[in-house]
Protein backbone atom coordinates (compact mmCIF):
# COMPACT_ATOMS: atom_id res chain seq x y z
CA UNK A 1 0.00 0.00 0.00
CA UNK A 2 2.76 2.24 1.12
CA UNK A 3 3.81 2.22 -2.61
CA UNK A 4 1.06 2.92 -4.42
CA UNK A 5 0.41 5.97 -2.19
CA UNK A 6 3.82 6.95 -3.04
CA UNK A 7 3.29 6.40 -6.69
CA UNK A 8 0.08 8.64 -6.20
CA UNK A 9 1.71 11.25 -4.23
CA UNK A 10 4.13 11.87 -7.13
CA UNK A 11 1.58 12.14 -9.76
CA UNK A 12 -0.36 14.50 -8.30
CA UNK A 13 2.60 16.66 -7.27
CA UNK A 14 4.48 16.71 -10.46
CA UNK A 15 5.04 20.40 -12.15
CA UNK A 16 4.14 21.74 -8.82
CA UNK A 17 7.57 21.68 -6.62
CA UNK A 18 5.81 23.29 -2.96
CA UNK A 19 2.96 21.29 -3.33
CA UNK A 20 5.17 18.07 -3.59
CA UNK A 21 6.39 19.37 -0.31
CA UNK A 22 3.37 19.77 1.31
CA UNK A 23 2.23 16.80 3.72
CA UNK A 24 -0.67 14.96 1.86
CA UNK A 25 -4.16 14.90 3.45
CA UNK A 26 -5.12 11.14 3.85
CA UNK A 27 -8.57 9.78 2.48
CA UNK A 28 -9.50 6.56 2.96
CA UNK A 29 -12.44 5.94 0.64
CA UNK A 30 -14.70 2.98 -0.39
CA UNK A 31 -13.22 0.83 -3.00
CA UNK A 32 -15.44 1.66 -5.24
CA UNK A 33 -14.33 5.48 -5.40
CA UNK A 34 -10.80 4.28 -6.62
CA UNK A 35 -10.98 6.32 -9.55
CA UNK A 36 -13.17 9.36 -8.72
CA UNK A 37 -10.99 10.48 -5.89
CA UNK A 38 -7.81 9.93 -8.29
CA UNK A 39 -9.46 12.43 -10.47
CA UNK A 40 -10.55 14.58 -7.93
CA UNK A 41 -7.16 14.32 -6.28
CA UNK A 42 -5.68 16.24 -9.47
CA UNK A 43 -8.14 19.02 -9.17
CA UNK A 44 -7.71 19.60 -5.55
CA UNK A 45 -5.46 22.75 -4.90
CA UNK A 46 -5.20 22.64 -0.77
CA UNK A 47 -2.59 19.46 -0.83
CA UNK A 48 -1.95 16.49 -2.08
CA UNK A 49 -3.67 13.11 -1.28
CA UNK A 50 -2.53 10.26 0.25
CA UNK A 51 -5.66 7.88 -0.60
CA UNK A 52 -6.57 4.08 1.00
CA UNK A 53 -9.33 2.05 -0.87
CA UNK A 54 -11.27 -0.92 0.82
CA UNK A 55 -14.63 -1.37 1.86
CA UNK A 56 -16.16 0.69 4.56
CA UNK A 57 -16.37 -1.55 7.35
CA UNK A 58 -12.75 -2.16 7.08
CA UNK A 59 -11.39 1.24 6.34
CA UNK A 60 -13.67 2.60 9.39
CA UNK A 61 -12.61 -0.13 11.85
CA UNK A 62 -8.99 1.06 10.74
CA UNK A 63 -9.67 4.70 11.61
CA UNK A 64 -11.13 3.24 14.77
CA UNK A 65 -7.97 1.84 15.90
CA UNK A 66 -6.10 4.60 15.69
CA UNK A 67 -5.32 5.16 11.53
CA UNK A 68 -3.83 8.55 10.75
CA UNK A 69 -6.56 9.49 8.19
CA UNK A 70 -7.76 12.93 7.60
CA UNK A 71 -11.37 12.21 6.06
CA UNK A 72 -13.20 9.36 5.47
CA UNK A 73 -15.78 9.10 2.20
CA UNK A 74 -18.18 5.82 2.90
CA UNK A 75 -20.64 4.19 0.72
CA UNK A 76 -22.69 4.04 3.69
CA UNK A 77 -24.62 6.01 6.36
CA UNK A 78 -23.62 2.79 8.63
CA UNK A 79 -19.96 3.41 8.83
CA UNK A 80 -20.22 6.83 9.37
CA UNK A 81 -22.44 6.05 12.90
CA UNK A 82 -19.79 3.60 13.59
CA UNK A 83 -17.09 6.51 13.76
CA UNK A 84 -19.69 9.10 15.80
CA UNK A 85 -20.35 6.39 18.01
CA UNK A 86 -16.21 5.77 18.47
CA UNK A 87 -15.71 9.54 18.68
CA UNK A 88 -13.84 9.77 15.49
CA UNK A 89 -15.78 11.79 13.59
CA UNK A 90 -16.06 15.87 13.35
CA UNK A 91 -19.15 17.47 13.15
CA UNK A 92 -21.43 16.29 10.81
CA UNK A 93 -21.08 13.94 7.30
CA UNK A 94 -22.04 15.41 3.86
CA UNK A 95 -23.78 12.96 1.30
CA UNK A 96 -21.86 13.99 -1.87
CA UNK A 97 -22.98 11.51 -4.33
CA UNK A 98 -25.68 8.53 -4.90
CA UNK A 99 -25.21 5.62 -6.75
CA UNK A 100 -27.21 2.37 -8.63
CA UNK A 101 -26.78 -1.52 -7.75
CA UNK A 102 -26.52 -3.56 -10.83
CA UNK A 103 -25.73 -6.83 -11.88
CA UNK A 104 -22.62 -7.80 -14.00
CA UNK A 105 -21.90 -10.78 -15.94
CA UNK A 106 -18.78 -12.18 -17.60
CA UNK A 107 -21.31 -13.44 -20.48
CA UNK A 108 -24.31 -11.52 -20.49
CA UNK A 109 -25.23 -12.06 -24.12
CA UNK A 110 -24.70 -15.95 -23.73
CA UNK A 111 -27.35 -15.13 -19.88
CA UNK A 112 -29.73 -12.67 -21.72
CA UNK A 113 -30.06 -15.53 -24.24
CA UNK A 114 -31.07 -17.64 -21.54
CA UNK A 115 -33.78 -15.46 -20.32
CA UNK A 116 -31.50 -13.88 -17.45
CA UNK A 117 -33.05 -10.38 -17.71
CA UNK A 118 -33.77 -9.14 -14.08
CA UNK A 119 -32.50 -11.16 -10.40
CA UNK A 120 -34.86 -13.82 -10.37
CA UNK A 121 -34.34 -15.02 -13.99
CA UNK A 122 -30.94 -15.27 -13.35
CA UNK A 123 -31.37 -17.19 -10.65
CA UNK A 124 -34.14 -19.64 -13.03
CA UNK A 125 -32.44 -19.30 -16.01
CA UNK A 126 -29.28 -17.79 -16.56
CA UNK A 127 -26.87 -20.14 -14.19
CA UNK A 128 -26.20 -23.56 -15.14
CA UNK A 129 -25.17 -26.26 -12.46
CA UNK A 130 -22.45 -24.49 -10.55
CA UNK A 131 -22.12 -21.35 -11.34
CA UNK A 132 -21.94 -18.58 -8.43
CA UNK A 133 -22.60 -14.80 -8.20
CA UNK A 134 -19.86 -12.54 -6.64
CA UNK A 135 -21.32 -10.47 -4.05
CA UNK A 136 -19.03 -8.16 -0.83
CA UNK A 137 -18.71 -9.81 2.19
CA UNK A 138 -21.13 -8.91 4.98
CA UNK A 139 -20.73 -5.56 6.56
CA UNK A 140 -19.52 -4.18 2.76
CA UNK A 141 -22.22 -1.67 1.86
CA UNK A 142 -22.28 -3.19 -1.39
CA UNK A 143 -22.64 -6.53 -0.19
CA UNK A 144 -25.27 -5.24 2.28
CA UNK A 145 -27.86 -3.21 -0.51
CA UNK A 146 -27.61 -6.61 -2.62
CA UNK A 147 -28.43 -8.77 0.14
CA UNK A 148 -31.24 -6.16 1.18
CA UNK A 149 -32.47 -6.76 -2.35
CA UNK A 150 -31.95 -10.38 -2.61
CA UNK A 151 -34.69 -10.21 0.74
CA UNK A 152 -36.82 -7.85 -0.56
CA UNK A 153 -37.68 -9.79 -3.51
CA UNK A 154 -37.78 -13.08 -1.96
CA UNK A 155 -34.59 -14.66 -2.89
CA UNK A 156 -32.26 -14.61 -0.33
CA UNK A 157 -32.65 -18.45 0.66
CA UNK A 158 -32.53 -19.52 -3.09
CA UNK A 159 -29.35 -17.27 -3.73
CA UNK A 160 -27.46 -17.92 -0.54
CA UNK A 161 -25.84 -21.22 -1.98
CA UNK A 162 -24.91 -19.75 -4.90
CA UNK A 163 -23.21 -16.55 -3.83
CA UNK A 164 -19.48 -15.90 -3.24
CA UNK A 165 -18.18 -13.69 -0.88
CA UNK A 166 -15.36 -11.24 -1.80
CA UNK A 167 -13.75 -8.42 0.58
CA UNK A 168 -15.22 -5.37 -1.57
CA UNK A 169 -16.60 -4.27 -4.43
CA UNK A 170 -13.75 -4.50 -7.04
CA UNK A 171 -12.75 -7.82 -5.75
CA UNK A 172 -16.10 -8.77 -7.31
CA UNK A 173 -15.04 -6.83 -10.29
CA UNK A 174 -11.87 -8.72 -10.85
CA UNK A 175 -13.42 -12.43 -10.17
CA UNK A 176 -16.82 -11.77 -12.56
CA UNK A 177 -14.03 -9.81 -15.48
CA UNK A 178 -11.82 -13.14 -14.76
CA UNK A 179 -14.65 -15.31 -15.36
CA UNK A 180 -13.77 -16.68 -12.15
CA UNK A 181 -17.71 -16.29 -11.45
CA UNK A 182 -20.47 -15.72 -13.75
CA UNK A 183 -22.02 -12.81 -12.56
CA UNK A 184 -22.07 -10.22 -9.14
CA UNK A 185 -23.74 -7.26 -7.92
CA UNK A 186 -21.72 -4.17 -7.95
CA UNK A 187 -22.35 -0.38 -8.62
CA UNK A 188 -23.16 0.81 -12.03
CA UNK A 189 -20.11 3.13 -11.66
CA UNK A 190 -17.83 0.51 -11.46
CA UNK A 191 -19.30 -1.66 -14.12
CA UNK A 192 -19.15 2.12 -16.05
CA UNK A 193 -15.23 2.07 -14.93
CA UNK A 194 -14.27 -1.50 -15.61
CA UNK A 195 -16.37 -1.63 -18.98
CA UNK A 196 -17.98 -4.68 -17.86
CA UNK A 197 -21.81 -5.70 -19.61
CA UNK A 198 -24.99 -4.95 -17.02
CA UNK A 199 -27.42 -7.84 -17.21
CA UNK A 200 -29.82 -6.02 -15.62
CA UNK A 201 -30.34 -3.22 -12.00
CA UNK A 202 -31.26 -4.08 -9.01
CA UNK A 203 -35.12 -2.28 -8.16
CA UNK A 204 -33.63 0.60 -6.45
CA UNK A 205 -36.60 0.26 -3.98
CA UNK A 206 -35.49 -3.17 -2.93
CA UNK A 207 -32.72 -1.85 -0.85
CA UNK A 208 -32.01 1.27 1.37
CA UNK A 209 -30.85 4.42 -0.61
CA UNK A 210 -27.16 4.55 -1.54
CA UNK A 211 -25.69 7.12 -0.61
CA UNK A 212 -21.82 8.39 -0.27
CA UNK A 213 -20.88 10.36 2.74
CA UNK A 214 -17.68 12.63 3.76
CA UNK A 215 -16.21 13.57 6.97
CA UNK A 216 -13.23 14.84 8.44
CA UNK A 217 -12.18 12.49 11.23
CA UNK A 218 -11.54 13.63 14.65
CA UNK A 219 -8.13 13.65 15.63
CA UNK A 220 -7.26 14.61 12.02
CA UNK A 221 -3.33 15.15 11.74
CA UNK A 222 -4.15 17.31 9.00
CA UNK A 223 -7.60 19.00 10.09
CA UNK A 224 -7.56 22.16 7.14
CA UNK A 225 -6.68 20.32 4.33
CA UNK A 226 -9.57 17.91 5.50
CA UNK A 227 -12.24 20.31 5.72
CA UNK A 228 -10.93 21.99 3.00
CA UNK A 229 -11.41 18.66 0.87
CA UNK A 230 -15.13 17.72 2.22
CA UNK A 231 -16.22 21.35 1.35
CA UNK A 232 -14.56 20.81 -2.23
CA UNK A 233 -16.82 17.66 -3.07
CA UNK A 234 -19.66 20.56 -3.26
CA UNK A 235 -17.66 22.17 -5.83
CA UNK A 236 -18.35 22.75 -9.24
CA UNK A 237 -15.37 21.19 -10.08
CA UNK A 238 -15.86 18.41 -8.20
CA UNK A 239 -19.81 17.72 -9.05
CA UNK A 240 -18.65 17.41 -12.99
CA UNK A 241 -16.09 14.56 -11.96
CA UNK A 242 -19.42 13.21 -10.03
CA UNK A 243 -21.76 13.41 -12.96
CA UNK A 244 -18.50 12.25 -15.69
CA UNK A 245 -18.03 9.19 -13.59
CA UNK A 246 -21.55 8.66 -13.72
CA UNK A 247 -22.72 8.96 -9.84
CA UNK A 248 -25.76 10.89 -9.49
CA UNK A 249 -25.50 14.23 -7.68
CA UNK A 250 -27.40 15.00 -4.33
Known amino acids: MRSSLAVLLFILSAGDPLRAEQEPARVFAAASLTDLVSALAARFDAAPIAASFGGSSELARQIVDGAPADVFLSASAE???FLREAGR????PTVFARGELVCVA???????ARGAVDVASLLERGLA???AVAIADSGVPAGEYARQALASLGLAEAYRPRLVGQKD??????AVEKGELQ????????ARAAG?????ALPPESHAPIEYLAGVVAGSPHPAEARAFVAFLASEAARAELGAAGFRLP
Open 79 to 81: WMA
Open 89 to 92: LEGE
Open 106 to 112: HEAEALR
Open 129 to 131: EGD
Open 169 to 174: VRAVLN
Open 183 to 190: AGFVYATD
Open 196 to 200: LPVLF
